[in-house]
């Protein structure tokens, strides 16, 4: 699977967009989590959890 993530800075400017089948390098490196959830991807699904499991805050919006 392949999920498109965005990185932001501290004052909330995207500072870069990575589509990757690798989310977990990612979230590691992240001090928070925003989803953004059709509630269909699994992709999207896995990062919420693992995100979750690694004690990571996350928030989730879920879309239509």
């Known amino acids: ?3 498109t993530i965005g990185l932001y800075n501290d004052r909330c400017e995207m500072i870069a967009v ?3 089948a690798r989310p977990k390098q ?3 490196n992240a001090d928070r989590v925003l ?3 059709n509630m269909k991807s ?3 699904e896995y ?3 693992y ?3 690694k004690e990571i805050p996350v928030s989730v919006v879920k879309v239509p």
């Open 1 to 3: 699977y392949s999920t």
């Open 18 to 20: 990575a589509k990757t």
């Open 26 to 28: 990612m979230i590691n």
């Open 35 to 37: 989803a953004i959830w």
């Open 42 to 44: 699994k992709g999207t």
């Open 47 to 49: 990062g919420i959890k």
């Open 51 to 53: 995100s979750q499991k």
